[in-house]
């Protein structure tokens, strides 16, 4: 190799050396700034330190856990709240029931009468003057309104005590309802709703199994519920089983604890939900049909149902029709009286424990299976009731407003007006055929269901009566 390729190579080396090394200083310096600059910072800002990682994690969970004793405290209140709304009852505009409820008292010892027709003797089961109508109400205000103004304009409302079961205390539902004027009301609150538990049975449990969970899985991981699936191999959902609870428990509620109700022997109940419409004669039809009634077993049902759709029929307004009671068909404005309560009472176990989250399909078993003979209704050609729902828990309508619906009912209800309030009901069909329950639908197989629904009423048989939990 050349002398001169070594120098060069050499040189270039040493070229490139110079600015890595003063690069190398300069850094070196600007290092020695910033400590200098952060001491500096640090003297000045003495006491204040930035927080690591672990302190950010450990004040959020902190926050957490303020805020969760914050919601607590709240739904403790509120519990405490209905707790006390429950216990200290007020019945508004109590004057316009006083004077019936008092006959009534006096008369209860002779709750049906005999008539002669020349042929043979007919026992009637007249329905009192004085009634009740229980509403269970949820969340769907806008519906509410609209069956508020439906009961205005019905005749001989102000005969009712028009009670509003809610399981969801909302002040401008409550305000609503308050403003009523025109018949007594009351309103009654179910104690053991998902907005007062939350996050505990009766409400969704964190350690409770999800729905769909198989139920190998569930065991394995050791969820709350994981060996109580439905029929159907699926887990609770509290949002459904809800409904089934409010709709027992109201009903033990009216015939046995209420002070003003739980005396009549002759107590008949008219059952409504938040998105039913009455048309202006459905008492009186009520009060028409109830002549009808021959037997403990028959029941008035305000609506029907073919093929899933509600009968309307303005041709048929004077007439009515008999068949067994059946969930599908005769659910919507059914009245019960006590006999008929009392009846489901002593099916009780069979209704807490049969595994359908639907009320009225578990009506329908123990009324085919527990009941002596099965429920017969007697309901309306034309339904007088009308369901107006298209949103809600087994309705997912993409239009939640009712008010068009009820613009075309009303309009041809002015058209019939002159065949409403008939004083006579002719007799359109009887259907002997009886439709069996083949399965259940399930969401009911936890027995956490079973004791808490069986916790509304505790009938001692011996001497019949009824013990209450704590409420």
Not at 226 to 244: C, H, L, M, W
Not at 316 to 327: D, R, T
Not at 330 to 356: E, V
Request: glycine residues 2%.
């Amino acid at each position: 190799m050349r002398p001169t390729q070594l120098w060069n190579r050499s040189k270039l080396r040493y070229l490139l050396s110079v600015p890595v090394f003063i690069i190398v200083l300069l850094n070196i310096e600007l290092i020695s700034q910033i400590k200098d600059f952060n001491t500096l910072n640090s003297e000045k800002n003495a006491g204040l330190k930035s927080p690591n990682v672990s302190q950010i994690i450990q004040n959020k969970n902190l926050t957490d856990i303020e805020s969760n004793f914050n919601s607590s405290q709240k739904t403790q209140s509120l519990l405490n709240k209905i707790k006390k709304l429950n216990a200290e009852l007020s019945i508004k505009n109590k004057h316009l029931i006083e004077g019936i409820l008092q006959d009534e008292l006096q008369t209860q010892n002779i709750p049906k009468k005999t008539i002669n027709d020349g042929s043979k003797a007919n026992n009637i089961y007249k329905m009192p003057k004085f009634f009740v109508i229980l509403i269970q109400v949820h969340s769907r205000l806008n519906y509410l309104k609209e069956l508020i103004n439906s009961l205005k304009e019905t005749k001989y409302i102000e005969q009712a005590l028009l009670v509003f079961s809610h399981d969801i205390y909302n002040e401008e539902m409550n305000t609503l309802i308050n403003s009523i004027d025109f018949c007594a009301t009351l309103q009654i609150f179910y104690p053991h709703s998902l907005q007062l538990f939350p996050d505990t049975f009766p409400g969704k449990d964190s350690k409770d199994c999800s729905r769909s969970m198989n139920k190998a899985k569930a065991l394995e991981i050791g969820c709350n519920n994981a060996a109580f699936p439905d029929t159907y191999g699926n887990y609770r959902e509290s949002q459904v089983v809800q409904i089934k609870h409010h709709w027992f428990w109201k009903l033990a509620f009216i015939f046995d604890r209420l002070n003003e109700t739980k005396h009549l022997d002759n107590l008949h109940v008219l059952i409504l939900e938040e998105d039913h419409y009455l048309l202006p004669d459905s008492i009186h039809v009520l009060q028409k049909l109830s002549e009808k009634i021959l037997s403990d077993i028959d029941v008035v049902s305000l609506a029907v149902f073919e093929r899933s759709k509600q009968n309307l029929d303005m041709k048929n307004l004077k007439k009515y029709s008999k068949a067994y009671w059946h969930s599908s068909k005769h659910n919507t404005g059914l009245m019960l009286s006590r006999t008929q309560w009392k009846m489901i009472k002593d099916c009780s176990n069979a209704f807490c424990t049969y595994d359908d989250y639907n009320w009225d399909w578990t009506l329908q078993y123990i009324s085919q299976t527990c009941f002596k003979l099965p429920l017969v209704a007697i309901y309306p050609v034309s339904s007088r009731v009308i369901h107006m729902g298209e949103c809600g828990t087994h309705h997912k309508g993409s239009n939640c407003d009712p008010k068009k619906k009820i613009e075309s009912l009303r309009e041809t209800l002015e058209e019939k007006k002159n065949d409403l309030f008939s004083e006579k009901f002719s007799l359109n069909s009887v259907n002997t055929g009886i439709l069996a329950i083949k399965k259940s639908n399930g969401g009911w197989g936890d027995p956490r269901d079973h004791n808490l629904c069986k916790s509304f009423i505790e009938t001692d048989l011996n001497s019949n009566n009824t013990i209450f939990i704590d409420m």
